[in-house]
């Protein structure tokens, strides 16, 4: 399932712009990833750091008062410096089903094309996470790219037993 154009058009007027995380950034990113009720929520310090140590890899979604409404997180991973690992996928509530997520992710992967090349993207997902299987699913397919998905981690390497298996996913090679 791909996001429409139309969807992402009218994404796109619904806020004022995308760049990079500020510091001052990571309380609100923090709060999105917490009232999301699906992401692991890290700690408001851990946020605060990603907004200055990973900006580059990250972007935000501003609204009317360039308040953060939705991010996507990344880094590249240190082994394959073309892979961009994304770490977190958020939306704010009001904000959802627009097609920011799919918006925000296309931003970001052509920004780090055009700033350092990009060979493949890479993301874990829970089984349970549909709205993550699908924003990837349809990202591959956007940009014709193959999608191959493997179990990263087992549920049982989690130390509280209960953790569902992380899903590798792994979009591309894009063209260079």
Same mark, same amino acid.
């Given at each position: 399932?791909?996001?429409?154009?139309?969807?992402?058009? /009218?994404?796109?007027?619904?806020?004022?712009?995308?760049?990079?995380?500020? =510091?001052?950034? @990571?309380?609100?990113?923090?709060?999105?990833? +917490?009232?999301?009720?699906?992401?692991? #929520? !890290? %700690?408001?310090?851990?946020? #605060?750091?990603?907004?200055?140590?990973?900006?580059?890899?990250? =972007?935000?979604? +501003? &609204? *009317?008062? @360039?308040?953060?409404?939705?991010?996507?997180? &990344?880094?590249? /991973?240190?082994? +394959?410096?073309?892979?961009?690992?994304?770490?977190?996928?958020?939306?704010?509530?009001?904000?959802?089903?627009?097609?920011?997520?799919?918006?925000?992710?296309?931003?970001? $992967?052509?920004? =780090?094309?055009?700033?350092? &090349?990009?060979?493949?993207?890479?993301?874990?997902?829970?089984?349970? !996470? $549909?709205? %993550?299987?699908?924003?990837? $699913?349809?990202?591959?397919?956007?940009?014709? =790219?193959?999608?191959? /998905? *493997?179990?990263?981690?087992? @549920?049982? #390497?989690?130390?509280? &037993?209960?953790?569902?298996?992380?899903?590798?996913?792994?979009? @591309?090679?894009?063209?260079?």
């Amino acid at each position: 399932m791909t996001a429409a154009p139309a969807d992402l058009a /009218r994404a796109r007027s619904e806020f004022l712009s995308i760049d990079a995380p500020r =510091v001052e950034d @990571g309380a609100a990113i923090w709060r999105i990833a +917490r009232d999301s009720q699906v992401l692991d #929520l !890290n %700690s408001s310090y851990s946020y #605060l750091l990603w907004c200055r140590d990973f900006a580059a890899t990250s =972007v935000v979604a +501003r &609204g *009317e008062s @360039g308040e953060p409404i939705a991010f996507v997180t &990344g880094y590249i /991973r240190p082994d +394959r410096p073309q892979t961009l690992v994304v770490w977190q996928v958020a939306v704010d509530a009001a904000h959802r089903g627009k097609g920011l997520a799919a918006t925000l992710l296309d931003a970001l $992967t052509a920004r =780090v094309a055009a700033d350092q &090349g990009l060979s493949s993207v890479e993301t874990t997902i829970t089984p349970d !996470n $549909t709205a %993550s299987e699908r924003l990837f $699913t349809s990202y591959a397919q956007r940009h014709d =790219v193959a999608l191959e /998905r *493997e179990v990263l981690f087992d @549920g049982d #390497l989690f130390p509280e &037993g209960t953790h569902l298996p992380e899903v590798l996913y792994r979009i @591309g090679p894009f063209a260079t």
